[in-house]
């Protein structure tokens, strides 16, 4: 089925199909249904044979670097039918999967009983999990933010080559605020798990570990930075709430709407400390 909103609509923008897993993760997570869980790895698995791509400067089976729309008559990310959405890759494309499913399906299946008789096949769907996650956090820390270090709020849409995409309808060269503290709000999260992971595998693999531990600092350092941002300049100090999106460079406020959940993400990040936040990648 084609998208019904008006940015995406006649096509398969990549995010619906993200969050399609996202009752079902949470439903596997409490009941470790087998039958739900084939849907999830037959869902991702999907993702990876038509959205990936698969000339990625991220590396072979880069999951994790995906399209954002496909052509419905012709499932291609390249058809010029999908317009100013062909060949693009976004914010939702990439990080949406670490909120949406990644998090509790990682939780549910790690560690793994290796008793289990189907042991060996899960391990590699859970590797395959665990590349999507490194692959989109360090996409998100290396391609999101601004060159420009004057423009503190991150780039949203992309070419296939990563080059930032300002002309798209009306995002313009517009912040989303609730999407600049998504990004906080997911990185600390993933920071956390690195950090436990690193100290984990230290005594085994101390190389491992320093890798998965600067990492982790990387995500922190970002989560930070766009927290920090959106509480001095996304909040409205005078009539309250947050605003919606914000000129990236000339900071003027355009279009102002309160959004709760776009609020109760700026508290989330305003304990950004990962001693703070241990708790985090388990919420």
């Not at 390249?78 to 998090?103: C, F, M, T």
């Not at 793994?112 to 590797?127: D, G, M, R, T, W």
């Not at 085994?204 to 990492?215: G, I, Q, Y």
């Amino acid at each position: 089925m084609t998208s019904q909103n008006d940015d995406d609509r006649g096509t398969i923008p990549l995010y619906e199909q993200i969050y399609a897993l996202a009752g079902l993760a949470q439903y596997y997570r409490i009941t470790l249904d087998w039958e739900v869980f084939d849907d999830i790895v037959r869902t991702i698995r999907t993702f990876n044979q038509y959205y990936l791509d698969l000339e990625s400067k991220y590396g072979k089976d880069a999951f994790g670097d995906y399209f954002s729309h496909l052509d419905y008559a012709t499932l291609s990310w390249d058809s010029e039918a999908l317009g100013d959405n062909q060949a693009r890759k976004n914010w939702n494309s990439i990080g949406d999967h670490i909120p949406a499913y990644l998090v509790n399906l990682m939780l549910a299946l790690e560690p793994l009983p290796k008793a289990s008789s189907n042991y060996e096949e899960i391990q590699k769907f859970l590797n395959i999990c665990k590349k999507i996650l490194r692959t989109t956090s360090t996409i998100i820390i290396e391609q999101f933010p601004d060159p420009d270090e004057n423009v503190p709020f991150v780039n949203e849409r992309f070419s296939r080559t990563w080059q930032p995409d300002h002309d798209w309808r009306w995002q313009r060269n517009r912040a989303v605020v609730g999407h600049n503290l998504k990004i906080a709000w997911n990185l600390t999260r993933v920071a956390n798990y690195y950090y436990f992971s690193a100290d984990k595998i230290a005594a085994e693999n101390c190389e491992e570990a320093a890798e998965s531990k600067k990492l982790a600092d990387d995500l922190m350092k970002l989560a930070d930075k766009l927290g920090t941002t959106m509480a001095n300049l996304g909040v409205d100090l005078f009539r309250g709430g947050i605003f919606d999106t914000l000129e990236r460079k000339s900071r003027q406020r355009f279009p102002h709407r309160i959004s709760l959940e776009q609020y109760q993400r700026l508290l989330a990040t305003r304990t950004s400390s990962p001693r703070l936040l241990n708790f985090a990648w388990l919420q």
